[in-house]
Antibody, heavy 120, light 113 residues
Framework: EVQVVESGGGLVQPGGSLRLSCAAS????????MHWVRQAPGKGLVWVSRINGDGSTTNYADSVKGRFTISRDNAKNTLYLQMNSLRAEDTAVYYC?????????????WGQGTLVTVSS | DIVMTQSPDSLAVSLGERATINCKSS????????????LVWYQQKPGQPPKLLLYWASTRESGVPDRFSGSGSGTDFTLTISSLQAEDVAVYYC?????????FGQGTKVEIK
């Protein structure tokens, strides 16, 4: 069974840092692009970042570029999001998402999300 | 960036009636390799992550009831729920995967009238 499970969220002060993790299981992790998508309380879905299977290609939303870093450890089947210089507007549930590009196309597996709250 | 605009922001439909949600992209999202539109629809119920419903604008994901259908091409797309059920109360999002950033529409909240 495919599973992605996020962890690492919590309360952090403005300007602080946090690292999110996403443990993947049930599929060949290194074969997939992985993404982070966030959702502020009561708001819509916003794409944050993506990384390819071997970690050589990354992309970021303009709103987090230069502050967030996506990475992966394929030996541990784990995706990461290092978040620095956090702002109040980064407060959101962060979802780890697998992107499929074969029989199905799109974000086919989502974690339950981890809440990041940036507040003093 | 491709801007995805949904309408309406919310709608209330009686049980058994049709619900129609529109999604417009700011540019063509036609995938050159297969001549299909790079559009996905998701359903998000309260307290849950989104669930993939349809891809390539009109292909249903396995297990999705056939009352959900997608149509449209070019820049204008539609999600139709042919006969609304109580379990369909949710927020629905369109998303383009033509390029990065993978932009979403703002969401449409579907409720029971």
């Amino acid at each position: 069974e495919v599973q992605v499970v996020e962890s690492g969220g919590g309360l952090v002060q403005p300007g602080g840092s946090l690292r999110l993790s996403c443990a993947a299981s049930g599929f060949t992790f290194s074969s997939y692009w992985m993404h982070w998508v966030r959702q502020a309380p009561g708001k819509g879905l916003v794409w944050v970042s993506r990384i390819n299977g071997d970690g050589s290609t990354t992309n970021y939303a303009d709103s987090v570029k230069g502050r967030f870093t996506i990475s992966r450890d394929n030996a541990k089947n784990t995706l990461y999001l290092q978040m620095n210089s956090l702002r109040a507007e980064d407060t959101a549930v962060y979802y780890c998402v697998r992107e499929e590009w074969s029989a199905v196309v799109g974000f086919d597996y989502w974690g339950q999300g981890t809440l990041v709250t940036v507040s003093s | 960036d491709i801007v995805m605009t949904q309408s309406p922001d919310s709608l209330a439909v009686s049980l058994g009636e049709r619900a129609t949600i529109n999604c417009k992209s700011s540019q063509s999202i036609l995938h050159g390799s297969n001549n299909k539109d790079s559009l996905v629809w998701y359903q998000q119920k309260p307290g849950q992550p989104p669930k993939l419903l349809l891809y390539w604008a009109s292909t249903r994901e396995s297990g999705v009831p056939d009352r959900f259908s997608g149509s449209g091409s070019g820049t204008d797309f539609t999600l139709t729920i042919s006969s609304l059920q109580a379990e369909d109360v949710a927020v629905y999002y369109c998303q383009q995967y033509y390029n990065t950033p993978r932009t979403f529409g703002q969401g449409t909240k579907v409720e029971i009238k």
